[in-house]
T-cell receptor, first 109, second 117 residues
Framework: RKEVEQDPGPFNVPEGATVAFNCTYS??????FFWYRQDCRKEPKLLMS???SGNEDGRFTAQLNRASQYISLLIRDSKLSDSATYLC??????????FGPGTRLSVLP | SAVISQKPSRDICQRGTSLTIQCQVD?????MFWYRQQPGQSLTLIAT?????????ESGFVIDKFPISRPNLTFSTLTVSNMSPEDSSIYLC??????????????FGPGTRLTVL
């Protein structure tokens, strides 16, 4: 089993739709959680960190459920510019980042 | 934030040759990371490079195949040796934000796109 797993995708949604991405991780000792965004032929960039209490940044909401070892990302009112691959990333303190396989999103006009 | 540059941005190489990729950071960092991203795949960590010590390689990666140099706190190189078509990939250099807490952000270079014929 991979350490970080994500919805296989791709997700094709119309502009304005709400879309949710799911991620699970296998290491119960994982401490830090992130969503990164990777545009086509570009490097990954941090979208948002995911905190235990959940956090929101504009149209983006991230949730963490440590008991279920589950992370989610919700995008509301999706824009064409949201089209990208979304990478779930997990880190154990003092150790390296582990990247999920990514879920590709295409927002259609 | 950190600004990272990589050279070359892309290359096409013949089987059996070697390529050295350079990574330059605009600030001093303790650890630098080298990742590989194969077509349609996510990122896989190759090794962590600390200045003044041997790089630490992840399972499945060995120094003979991917020698790394880290001569100072702003620069590193990764060599892909004796290349085969299976080495065709994007190679990414990365650093973290350097704060000693668990929510460090990782910054990535633009990547080097390697094609081996």
């Amino acid at each position: 089993r991979k350490e970080v797993e994500q919805d296989p995708g791709p997700f094709n949604v119309p502009e304005g739709a709400t879309v949710a991405f799911n991620c699970t991780y296998s290491n119960s000792a994982s401490q830090s959680f992130f969503w990164y965004r990777q545009d086509c032929r570009k490097e990954p960039k941090l979208l948002m960190s995911v905190y235990s209490s959940g956090n929101e940044d504009g149209r983006f909401t991230a949730q963490l459920n440590r008991a279920s070892q589950y992370i989610s990302l919700l995008i509301r009112d999706s824009k064409l510019s949201d089209s990208a691959t979304y990478l779930c990333v997990v880190k154990n303190y003092g150790q390296n980042f582990v990247f999920g396989p990514g879920t590709r999103l295409s927002v259609l006009p | 934030s950190a600004v990272i540059s990589q050279k070359p941005s892309r290359d096409i190489c013949q089987r059996g040759t070697s390529l050295t990729i350079q990574c330059q950071v605009d600030s001093q960092v303790t650890m630098m990371f080298w990742y590989r991203q194969q077509p349609g795949q996510s990122l896989t960590l190759i090794a962590t490079a600390n200045q003044g010590s041997e790089a630490t390689y992840e399972s499945g990666f060995v120094i003979d195949k991917f020698p790394i140099s880290r001569p100072n706190l702003t620069f590193s190189t990764l060599t892909v040796s004796n290349m085969s078509p299976e080495d065709s990939s994007i190679y990414l250099c990365s650093v973290d934000s350097g704060n000693d807490h668990s929510y460090n952000e990782q910054f990535f270079g633009p990547g080097t796109r390697l094609t081996v014929l």
